[in-house]
Each structure stands twice: as structure tokens, then as C-alpha cells.
């Protein structure tokens, strides 16, 4: 251990440092008296099984967690943040936040929430002591701490959903609970969080807590009785803002937000939210000034000028186009997408019958036919992967919706591939080398890539003595371990140690990565029309949600679409794969 950082209720908190990594971290010890107190140790130990459950970039990182085999202390490895807590934050503001401030730091609280309670997992204890606004590379990173008093969501009564403080004491911070809290209900569920976060947003907007009272009894009855002081009578808040934060304070929870996702979905409907600039608190930005992991060795010394210029290889050539349905009966919602490979049909089968009998299918034979189809408003919805979604806006086509969320943990990546033989020689394998990718529609497999090169001093338009787009990843790996290609590009899985943790050449001997793009691609995306009516893609989008994440249907939209986590639409993060793009047609002109 390196230094003290604090105390708490629950033990310690030191700055450590990984003997064999030498990466600092942040230890979280319970002494060995208090480790021997059932409810402690239940509570300390539910805070790492809950954290590591989700997975999130704004949940605090779980690296690991155990018993010291001496003193009997139980321990806690954890991301070592810089920063300070929303608490602090407010107290270096004059107790209160402008509403477009609070957004910023709270609608990433907010998608942290909404993926704990995929997993079935309830806080219970959202205020802004736990809600740590992190410092990383220059920018606001908040993360949502201490699921000490976490309920995970089982059928049946486990006694793992017994409150951990025993005897029928209600569980959470008392200004903060809600109704059902306070009341010391047993049944507890997501909206439990809407409330918590109802009273976070009230705080930081007013400078007050909606409740409070001189004793513990008399604040509970207020809680479960009473509704507060108008928001917007305290500060100068629009209207819909206030509207939202008193729906979250609905001491009846059946007419409060229904989930954190319909609470998000009203967030982003207001005009503050469409008018805020990037989020401080996205933790997956894509930007080309950082891609490169430190590999400026092997980058050529002097900039290359071999006097001649092969060309590009051209696009392949446009299928002829169906016209997708314009109009379906029943009202049904039109979802188009492009599947492709000898299961396309059968994946299209399961997943109409995942959504339902409201949804009408459209499948595309391409992703430009695909654009095209949102542009002409043949379609209400539309899955569409990074690169297609940054073309699609170039045209004005396009309105992102939600992006699919991958593991939080292990980003998705671009590695530029090569034979082990040739890999020592790095980034200087490309000159005058044959280079394969999988089409323009490709980031993994075409834009990054190039866009590294280019940070890396080398356009590979002119390094290049060939270039040849080969349609699939597993082409990519068959043509460079044949012979048949010099390098290329696919996707892969990093850990957060930035290893590769999995990837279509990690098992093969013959094929080595040489460089690995260094910030993770941004996820697949569900879009609408550009032009389509706003309170109808409201209704459409919020009934994709509803329908694509029932139990039932998760199994299926695991296996189509890589995922099952859905977050809120932050076009910020396609900017730096926007200007690659730019960067890339305009270099073909």
C-alpha cells in the first residue's frame, strides 16, 4: 500500500500499487473485526459481486476481491479514480448546478443505472457521495460507486434480498430512499433508483433536499406521505425539467417512471438535453488523435514518396434495389437490417419472433440499400453498424436513437494483422505491400485502420501497391495467411490491460497483430428517419425497448446483435469516426 486515501463505515481505502503490473489501484479494506460481523462482511462482499456483475464504463471498475489469510480482513481491488465526489463538486459550486450541468453529470448515472438494473441488480443508496466525478485525459468521467447495499432481483425469497442491516431496518441513506424505503416494504425494485435519483436531481438544481426533518421518524412519514416544494419555485429551471424531477418524486410508484429507461427516454425528449453540447460522462469516444498505441518505432523514419499512386480499390458494385415495404398492416413498426451467411433466414425468424406480431422485418440485401430505405422513409427503425450510421448522417438520412452496448470492460477494437514472419518490421511492412480489407462499410475492417496509418505517417493510398476489399473478416485472415495478401485489418476484444482477449487470428499461429487501435470503435446503432415525426419515433423507439429487452427475447438479441444493453443516443461518440470518414472521401476525390 502507497497511501491512506479514507474512511468509511465499511473500512479503509488505500492507494496500492500491483507488484507484477506495477498498475495503481485502489484497495478497499474491512478489518478483520469488522470482516467477522456477518451483515458487514454480507455487505462488503455484495458491493464487489454486484460491480462486477454489470459492467459499465461509469460503474467503478471491480479488478478483484479476497480475505487476508492471516488477519482474516476482507479486501476489495478497485479502479483508482481522481476527482471528487458530486458532494464536494456541489460544495465548490455554492450547493447547486445549472440544469444543463446536472444533465451532463447525472444522465451517465442515469445509463449506469439502467444497465445494473438489466442485470436485476438495485442500488439502493444513490446520492451524490456515491456518485464520484472522475478526472481521466482532461475530461469528466462519472461513476457510480458503493453497491454496498445492492439488491439483486430473484424469484422467490432468497435470503440475499434480506435487508443487510437484519431486524426490518430500511436500507439506504433516509433522505434519499424512497416511499417503499422508507416504509421498509420488502418488495423493491428499479424505481426505487428513479426515486433516489429524483431526489440527487432536486438537490443539485435547488440547493435542498426535497425532505428532511429533525428526527429519523418524522422524515420517513414525510417521505412516504408528503410531495415537495415545487422544483422550479426553488430555481430557474425549464418547465419539462421539472416535470421530470417531480414524476420521479411520485410517492405512488405505479405512476412514477416506470424504469430508468423510460426515465431516460423523457431526459432525451426535452429540448435542454438536444441542446446540451458532448457528454462529459461517455466513456467509449472514438478519436483519431488517440488511436495509435505507442508504436512510433515502427513507423517509418521519413515520409514515404514512391512517385506513383495505385488506386483505391473500387466499391463493389450496387445490388439491384427492392423497394422495402412502405406500408404494413396493423400499424406494425418497419425494422430494417442487413443479415447475411447461410443462418440469415433462421436469425430473422427468431428475432421477428422475439419482437412480436407488431414488428414487420425488412431485410436488406446491403447497408447502403439499408440507408437509402431511412432516407426515403420506407422504414421506422433501422440497425445499422458505426460506419454505416456516419454515412447515413453525411446524407442526412439518419436520426440516432440508441447505440448497442458491448462489455464495458473488453473495448472493441481494430487490429491491423500480418504473418508472424513479418511481423517484426510493425507499421513499415506497408510500403510497397498488398493490403485486403473487408468493404467501405467496415470500421474495424477499413476506416480505423487507414485512419492509423495516417497517424502513423503512412497514406496508404500511395504506400500501398494494392488494395482489395474481400467481403468478410475470416477473408481478410485467409488471404494474408495464404500468401495471397501482405496485411490487413479485422476487429478484436482488449481487456482493460489493453491485451487481446479475443479475436477471429488469435488462435492461429501464422497471423500476428501489429498495431491495435487504442480507443474502443462505438457500438451499433438503432436509427430512424431524419425526417420522421418526433413523437412517433418516441413511441416506436420506446416499444423497441420494451420488446428487446424482455427475458424472454434477451437470448435472441444476444445472439443477432452482440448484445442485449441498449443506452441512450450520444452522437459524440461517432464524432472521430465522422471525421475519418471525411478525411477518407475526401482523400478519394
Excluded at 31 to 55: C, H, N, V, Y
Excluded at 259 to 275: A, G, I, K, P
Excluded at 304 to 326: C, I, Q, V, Y
Excluded at 422 to 429: K, M, P, T
Amino acid at each position: 500500500m502507497l497511501r491512506w486515501i479514507a474512511d468509511g463505515g465499511m473500512g479503509s481505502v488505500f492507494e496500492a500499487e500491483n507488484t507484477w503490473t506495477k498498475r495503481r489501484v485502489a484497495l478497499k479494506l474491512l478489518g478483520p473485526e469488522l470482516s467477522k460481523a456477518p451483515d458487514r462482511a454480507r455487505r462488503f462482499l455484495r458491493e464487489a459481486q454486484s460491480s462486477t456483475r454489470i459492467e459499465h464504463p461509469n460503474i467503478v471498475d471491480v479488478l478483484d476481491m479476497g480475505q487476508d489469510e492471516k488477519t482474516g480482513a476482507l479486501f476489495i481491488v478497485q479502479e483508482l479514480l481522481r476527482g471528487k465526489d458530486l458532494r464536494a463538486h456541489l460544495a465548490d459550486n455554492h450547493g447547486r448546478l445549472s440544469a444543463a450541468e446536472a444533465l451532463q453529470l447525472l444522465v451517465p448515472i442515469m445509463e449506469a443505472l439502467e444497465a445494473a438494473h438489466q442485470f436485476d441488480v438495485v442500488h439502493r443508496d444513490i446520492k451524490p457521495d456515491n456518485i464520484f466525478l472522475a478526472r481521466e485525459g482532461g475530461r469528466t468521467l462519472p461513476k457510480l460507486i458503493d453497491f454496498g447495499l445492492s439488491k439483486i432481483l430473484v424469484a422467490g425469497p432468497q435470503p440475499a434480498n434480506a435487508p443487510v442491516t437484519g431486524g426490518g431496518v430500511p436500507v439506504g441513506t433516509p433522505q434519499y430512499m424512497s416511499p417503499e424505503q422508507a416504509r421498509g416494504e420488502a418488495v423493491i425494485d428499479g424505481r426505487t433508483d428513479v426515486w433516489s435519483i429524483g431526489v440527487v436531481l432536486y438537490e443539485v438544481l435547488t440547493g435542498t433536499l426535497p425532505f428532511d426533518a429533525p428526527a429519523l421518524p418524522l422524515l420517513l412519514m414525510r417521505i412516504a406521505t408528503e410531495r415537495p416544494r415545487p422544483v422550479d419555485e426553488l430555481a430557474d429551471i425549464p418547465t419539462e425539467i421539472a416535470t421530470i424531477v417531480h414524476r420521479a418524486l411520485e410517492p405512488d410508484r405505479e405512476r412514477r417512471f416506470s424504469s430508468m429507461t423510460d426515465l431516460l427516454h423523457t431526459v432525451r425528449d426535452t429540448t435542454l438535453f438536444e441542446q446540451l453540447p458532448a457528454f462529459v460522462g461517455t466513456g467509449h469516444g472514438y478519436r483519431p488523435s488517440t488511436v495509435m498505441r505507442a508504436l512510433e518505432a515502427a513507423a517509418p523514419e521519413r515520409p514515404l514518396d514512391l512517385g506513383w499512386l495505385p488506386s483505391r480499390p473500387p466499391p463493389p458494385p450496387p445490388a439491384p434495389r427492392t423497394p422495402l415495404p412502405r406500408e404494413t398492416r396493423g400499424g406494425r413498426v418497419r425494422f430494417g437490417l442487413v443479415l447475411t451467411g447461410s443462418g440469415a433466414i433462421k436469425a430473422m425468424d427468431s428475432l421477428s419472433t422475439a419482437l412480436g406480431p407488431r414488428w414487420a422485418l425488412a431485410r436488406a440485401a446491403t447497408y447502403a440499400e439499408l440507408v437509402d430505405a431511412l432516407a426515403e422513409g420506407d422504414l421506422d427503425l433501422a440497425w445499422l453498424p458505426p460506419v454505416a450510421y456516419v454515412r447515413a448522417v453525411r446524407s442526412g438520412a439518419a436520426r440516432l436513437l440508441l447505440t448497442l452496448e458491448r462489455d464495458g470492460r473488453r473495448s472493441y477494437s481494430s487490429a491491423i494483422v500480418a504473418r508472424a514472419a513479418d511481423a517484426e518490421q510493425g507499421l513499415a511492412l506497408f510500403e510497397g505491400r498488398r493490403a485486403v480489407w473487408v468493404d467501405p462499410w467496415s470500421a474495424a475492417g477499413y476506416l480505423i485502420p487507414r485512419c492509423m496509418l495516417r497517424l502513423a505517417g503512412i497514406e496508404p493510398d500511395r504506400a500501398l501497391s494494392s488494395q482489395a476489399f474481400v467481403g468478410s473478416y475470416e477473408a481478410v485472415l485467409r488471404a494474408i495467411a495464404g500468401g495471397d495478401a501482405d496485411v490487413g485489418a479485422v476487429h478484436c476484444r482488449l481487456d482493460e490491460l489493453r491485451e487481446i482477449v479475443s479475436s477471429p487470428f488469435r488462435d492461429d499461429p501464422r497471423l500476428r497483430a501489429i498495431a491495435v487501435s487504442r480507443e474502443p470503435i462505438p457500438g451499433d446503432t438503432i436509427c430512424a428517419p431524419a425526417t420522421a415525426n418526433p413523437e412517433r419515433v418516441r413511441r416506436v423507439v420506446a416499444r423497441f425497448v420494451e420488446a428487446a429487452t424482455r427475458i424472454e427475447a434477451r437470448p435472441t438479441f444476444q445472439r443477432i446483435f452482440g448484445t442485449d444493453r441498449f443506452v441512450a443516443a450520444n452522437p459524440s461518440r461517432y464524432e472521430g469516426l465522422e471525421a475519418a470518414l471525411a478525411e477518407d472521401v475526401g482523400d478519394a476525390r
